[in-house]
């Protein structure tokens, strides 16, 4: 059984050379430029999932940074109206 590779020039093409009859496929030259057509997008490819990864570490940073400051801010909030409740009944006393 023969593997049948499907090369696209473009994007929009690539389509088109799934109906295509394999002598209808490019060669020759044509072949060289497909080649580098899909090394370069294999590297955008790979630059954007560590792009992703990178960002997601770092989103994922500032989400525990944000989630942290947010409980202490809580805590103090309770603290000082706690302190502020025993000023006010000593007053009172």
Do not use: F, Y
Not at 32 to 40: C, N, Q, R, S
Not at 41 to 58: C, K, N, Q
Not at 72 to 86: A, P, Y
Request: hydrophobic residues 35%.
């Amino acid at each position: 059984m023969a593997i049948k590779t499907i090369a696209c020039t473009s994007l929009l093409d690539c389509n088109d050379n799934a109906t295509r009859a394999p002598s209808e496929w490019p060669t020759g030259s044509d072949t060289g430029e497909l080649a580098a057509e899909h090394g370069m997008r294999l590297m955008a490819a790979e630059s954007a999932v560590e792009w992703i990864d990178r960002t997601t570490v770092t989103t994922a940073r500032r989400l525990s940074a944000a989630r942290s400051e947010a409980s202490t801010q809580e805590l103090l909030d309770i603290v000082s109206g706690s302190r502020q409740r025993l000023r006010d009944r000593e007053r009172i006393s």
